[in-house]
């Protein structure tokens, strides 16, 4: 009779309230129903908060300007040299290199709701975001200073990722971030390393292989392969989860750990300018998951809204996240990747997602 009387009496209501419960509306790649994800948060932060943090966390970012002409002059002459047939699909998508002053806002999402971190590391290539100023807290750090001449210019982000360990002061542990991802709301250290300074291994709902099976081809696939593999081998146990598309917590002594164990296996793909289907993505796949391993990382949660800025699906991604601030309930992350599918592009896409950029981290409503 209750559900009668709402069909009366607002059938509109009941339309949306019957199939939000049928077909649940899913933004993250936890798959946990928007509506289920506050009670989720809340009580995950609850916990978080109980875990005293007593040693220094770091920031690093790796990111590049794709509009300097001295970058894009190297750019274009290795991609014109490059082999045929050597690079991964999509390793030189102009949408790879695309900035739209997304680090300016990842930056700030960062002083507002991550404030207790320590340093933040920038790694460029001899270049320094145009905005940014003196700041003891921001450093900038050029490829020069960690990766061996020998394999500059790069333009792969494996081989750049794979060296951030030897950035110089780096705290042994540090949160690793592209500059398409924001912290979308206030969080503890204890989020992202727990007693003892063990990693939180933030999990998908994902499987390799099965994207594998369906057809996917990309060199961060071929990358997590080649890991999960070597896995199997080395401590016969099998790794078949990627990572959720956010921050990663890490720690400096596990990549001096994997240099030491796979040196030859690191220094075999250094030298591709591009990334292929024969690296490494030690920062977000291999690291994380023999921190796993040897004991130094623990599966955790991180609801996080993955998607593409250039999709027609990102409005409703931008809709949801200003419905969010304005209900105390976002998530705790989002990454607005940037990827160049081919299909229809949202027009207007960079000014969409500036606008919501500064209505997340600078309005204060």
């Not at 001449?149 to 794979?162: D, G, M, Q, R, W």
């Not at 601030?325 to 990454?335: A, E, R």
Request: overall charge positive; hydrophobic content about 40%.
């Amino acid at each position: 009779m209750k559900k009668i009387r709402k069909f009366i009496k607002s059938p509109g209501v009941f339309f949306r309230d019957y199939f939000n419960k049928k077909y649940p509306i899913i933004r993250n790649e936890i798959l946990c129903p928007e509506l289920e994800e506050n009670i989720l948060l809340r009580h995950d932060l609850a916990m978080e908060e109980l875990i005293h943090i007593n040693f220094p966390i770091d920031v690093v970012f790796t990111w590049v300007d794709d509009s300097d002409p001295i970058w894009k002059k190297k750019y274009q002459h290795f991609k014109s040299v490059a082999e045929a047939g050597s690079l991964g699909n999509f390793a030189t998508d102009t949408a790879r290199f695309s900035n739209h002053d997304e680090i300016r806002y990842s930056i700030k999402s960062i002083e507002k709701n991550i404030p207790w971190v320590r340093n933040i590391f920038i790694i460029t290539d001899d270049q320094r975001p145009a905005w940014l100023k003196s700041d003891d807290k921001i450093r900038v750090i050029d490829h020069k200073d960690i990766i061996d001449k020998k394999y500059l210019p790069t333009f792969n982000s494996h081989v750049i990722e794979a060296h951030l360990h030897k950035i110089p002061d780096l705290a042994e542990h540090f949160i690793y971030f592209n500059d398409d991802v924001f912290v979308a709301r206030p969080l503890p250290p204890g989020h992202f390393f727990k007693n003892r300074g063990i990693s939180s291994l933030f999990l998908s709902q994902k499987s390799l292989r099965s994207m594998q099976e369906r057809g996917t081809n990309t060199p961060t696939l071929s990358a997590s392969l080649q890991a999960s593999d070597t896995f199997e081998r080395d401590f016969k146990i099998l790794i078949d989860t990627p990572l959720v598309h956010t921050y990663v917590p890490l720690r400096k002594s596990i990549f001096e750990e994997a240099w030491r164990l796979y040196e030859t296996k690191i220094n075999g793909f250094l030298s591709n300018k591009f990334r292929t289907n024969h690296d490494l993505n030690l920062a977000t796949f291999f690291v994380p998951w023999l921190s796993y391993i040897t004991g130094k990382a623990t599966p955790a949660r991180d609801i996080c809204y993955y998607f593409n800025i250039r999709s027609t699906a990102a409005r409703s991604y931008f809709k949801a996240l200003k419905q969010a601030k304005k209900d105390g309930v976002l998530p705790h992350s989002f990454c607005a990747n940037d990827f160049n599918t081919h299909k229809a592009t949202l027009e207007k896409y960079h000014l969409l997602l500036k606008e919501a950029l500064k209505y997340q981290f600078e309005s204060e409503k």
